[in-house]
């Protein structure tokens, strides 16, 4: 049988998803697939997609299902034969009823979903102190300060912050979250996919968590 991992990652802004992301890639050789990340490189090439998403990040709204779910799945038909980790998507039933159908077509199936869990105070806290240079490489005023105040430690490029982080929009996309993503807490339960993980725990003690059980996973799909 396939041991392939086919993974989302989901929970609310700054649980943590891009954070454990960037190691569990390491750990499992995955392609990393990051609607964020690929919608912000749309809106900065001035692409015809990333103007039309603009304007739903800056207001912390999600970007209409149509857009969203044709670049991923073109993302997937490129990067995801063997696997792939999803970040931020699905974000909807609506998507997440489309990838479903595009597994299936394909005679693949989800491994899990992956939930990192926070309230809406740390994810405040943690978001407002947020840092990233243009590569993607992410930080914490705080709790993950780079050695040089404002500059990447991997690759020297300025930290900044991003254009949806300030206090009134992150309310919104929390507020989008509960109400259109939440629901796949259920969704998943329910098809037996769902792993929860505490994400206000340290990031080290999150990543153990989640790799124990994903390497769980892999030795069961392998009986
Ligand atoms: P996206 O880029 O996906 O943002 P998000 O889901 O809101 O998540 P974030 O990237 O803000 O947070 P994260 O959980 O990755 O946290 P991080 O690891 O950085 O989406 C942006 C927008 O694009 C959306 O609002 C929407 O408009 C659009 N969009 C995207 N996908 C879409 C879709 N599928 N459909 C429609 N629209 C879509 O961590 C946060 C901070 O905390 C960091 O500073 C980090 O250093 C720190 N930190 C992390 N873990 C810990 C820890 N354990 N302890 C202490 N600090 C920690």
Redesign the pocket.
Same mark, same amino acid.
Do not use: W
């Given at each position: 049988m396939s041991t392939e991992l086919n993974l989302i990652l989901f929970?609310?802004?700054?649980?943590?998803?891009?954070?454990?992301?960037s190691r569990l890639r390491e750990d499992f050789d995955l392609p990393y697939i990051?609607?964020?990340?690929m919608?912000?490189e749309h809106r900065e090439n001035g692409s015809e997609l990333g103007k039309e998403?603009e304007s %739903?990040?800056n207001d912390? +709204?999600?970007?209409?299902?149509e857009l969203?779910i044709k670049m991923?799945m073109e993302e997937i038909e490129g990067k995801g034969d063997d696997g792939f980790l999803l970040?931020?998507?699905?974000?909807?039933v609506g998507?997440a009823d489309a990838l479903g159908e595009e597994i299936e077509r394909r005679g693949r199936r989800l491994t899990a979903a992956l939930l990192?869990e926070a309230s809406d105070e740390v994810v405040l806290q943690?978001?407002t102190?947020?840092?990233?240079c243009s590569n993607g490489h992410? %930080?914490?005023v705080e709790? +993950?300060p780079p050695k040089h105040e404002d500059v990447c430690d991997q690759c020297g490029k300025p930290l900044t912050q991003?254009d949806?982080?300030k206090p009134e929009t992150v309310e919104k996309?929390l507020k989008?979250?509960h109400g259109q993503t939440e629901p796949l807490v259920d969704y998943y339960d329910e098809r037996g996919l769902l792993r929860r993980f505490d994400?206000?725990?340290?990031?080290t003690?999150?990543h153990d968590h989640i790799r124990a059980t994903l390497a769980t996973l892999r030795l069961e799909e392998r009986l």
């Amino acid at each position: 049988m396939s041991t392939e991992l086919n993974l989302i990652l989901f929970g609310p802004p700054g649980a943590g998803k891009g954070t454990q992301a960037s190691r569990l890639r390491e750990d499992f050789d995955l392609p990393y697939i990051a609607t964020g990340d690929m919608l912000r490189e749309h809106r900065e090439n001035g692409s015809e997609l990333g103007k039309e998403a603009e304007s %739903y990040m800056n207001d912390g +709204d999600l970007v209409p299902d149509e857009l969203v779910i044709k670049m991923i799945m073109e993302e997937i038909e490129g990067k995801g034969d063997d696997g792939f980790l999803l970040d931020g998507f699905p974000r909807s039933v609506g998507q997440a009823d489309a990838l479903g159908e595009e597994i299936e077509r394909r005679g693949r199936r989800l491994t899990a979903a992956l939930l990192v869990e926070a309230s809406d105070e740390v994810v405040l806290q943690r978001i407002t102190g947020r840092r990233q240079c243009s590569n993607g490489h992410v %930080y914490h005023v705080e709790f +993950d300060p780079p050695k040089h105040e404002d500059v990447c430690d991997q690759c020297g490029k300025p930290l900044t912050q991003r254009d949806d982080d300030k206090p009134e929009t992150v309310e919104k996309r929390l507020k989008t979250y509960h109400g259109q993503t939440e629901p796949l807490v259920d969704y998943y339960d329910e098809r037996g996919l769902l792993r929860r993980f505490d994400g206000t725990r340290s990031q080290t003690e999150v990543h153990d968590h989640i790799r124990a059980t994903l390497a769980t996973l892999r030795l069961e799909e392998r009986l």
